[in-house]
């Protein structure tokens, strides 16, 4: 599966050589969480797969790339986008994915406007399920606006990235777990 846009596919695969590469993370080998297998999710036996992408016309995308690459580095699968996605190509993503969440990054300021249309073409796609999590630069008083539009959780400048891995573990692993209590 490849992804939309200009975007690579982030797996356990250098993509200079192609030669498996240890998930190590950014800070060292012990940020990733200790005695945990690969995270998966229950229904499939796969890795969580997570869509990064970059919506709207904002051209600064290191922090998307950054993101991505700490995602994967903590076992998740990691499909980043490229920049100038429209809500509808990234909802598109996500349903050709497979994806069990999307990490949005903004910074044009396009944030109350564009997250709402991704979160509405996902729920018209029947994929509310799906996590979304949206990074950059996020006024604190746009926050509860866009909790208020189904988005799960905001990360500031200045999260440290194994925040959001563990956040987003422990998110995944509670929605796993209470779709396998349901009756």
């Known amino acids: 599966m490849g ?7 982030l797996s356990g695969r250098s993509p200079q050589v192609g030669l498996p590469r240890p998930f190590t993370g950014p800070h060292g ?3 990733r969480r200790r005695g945990r297998p690969r995270l998966v ?4 036996k ?12 904002d051209g600064h995308d290191r922090g998307a790339k950054v993101i991505a690459l700490a995602l994967r580095d903590a076992g998740f699968e990691a ?7 429209t809500p509808e190509q990234v909802v598109r993503a996500v349903v050709e994915e497979d994806a069990d969440a999307v990490g949005l990054s903004l910074l044009s300021g396009a944030h109350l406007t564009l997250v709402p249309r991704v979160v509405e073409g996902l729920r018209a796609a029947g994929r509310d ?31 440290p990235l194994p ?16 779709a396998n209590a349901a009756p």
């Open 29 to 31: 080998p012990g940020w």
């Open 41 to 44: 999710s229950g229904s499939v």
């Open 3 to 9: 992804a939309i846009g200009d975007g690579p596919v």
């Open 129 to 159: 399920d799906v996590l979304v999590m949206v990074g950059g630069i996020i006024p604190e008083a746009d926050i509860p606006v866009l909790k208020e539009h189904g988005v799960a959780a905001v990360f500031t400048p200045g999260t």
């Open 79 to 85: 499909i980043y986008t490229g920049l100038h996605q």
């Open 163 to 178: 925040a959001i891995g563990a956040w987003l573990a422990d998110a995944l692993d509670a929605r796993e777990e209470g």
């Open 46 to 57: 796969r890795p969580y797969r997570v869509v990064v992408a970059k919506p709207g016309l």
